[in-house]
Nanobody
Framework: QVQLVESGGGLVQPGGSLRLSCAASGFTPDHYAIGWFSQVPGKESEGVSSISSSDGSTYYADSVKGRFAISKDTAKNTMYLQMNSLKPEDTAVYYC??????????????????WGQGIQVTVSS
């Protein structure tokens, strides 16, 4: 199945920007969407954003609308999450996952799908 490798995390000041990348290998058209989840220690992961491989439609959690932008580069088999106007509450480990779907207004990863290794994003002054 698809293998996902993340990069681009790090430490940034509030109001700053980061761009996360998720490079996929073994990707097929059967994966209709790929997305990002965030996780804070002791809490369940939360869906952040996703993009469809078929029509390019996107999903954003309410907390990131207007600040984050998801995109993909088909030639590079890579998905990006541009994170702008970062807030301390954005601090988390971010995971890319595929395939994902939006169900009842929430982003979820399909059972037995693929996950990246996780990458730390820390927003602090």
């Amino acid at each position: 199945q698809v293998q996902l490798v993340e990069s681009g995390g790090g430490l940034v000041q509030p109001g700053g920007s980061l761009r996360l990348s998720c490079a996929a290998s073994g990707f097929t058209p059967d994966h209709y969407a790929i997305g990002w989840f965030s996780q804070v220690p002791g809490k369940e992961s939360e869906g952040v954003s996703s993009i469809s491989s078929s029509d390019g439609s996107t999903y954003y959690a309410d907390s990131v609308k207007g600040r984050f932008a998801i995109s993909k580069d088909t030639a590079k088999n890579t998905m990006y999450l541009q994170m702008n106007s970062l807030k301390p509450e954005d601090t988390a480990v971010y995971y890319c996952a595929a395939p994902v779907e939006v169900y009842a207004g929430h982003l979820r990863a399909v059972d037995f799908g693929s996950w990246g290794q996780g990458i730390q994003v820390t927003v602090s002054s």
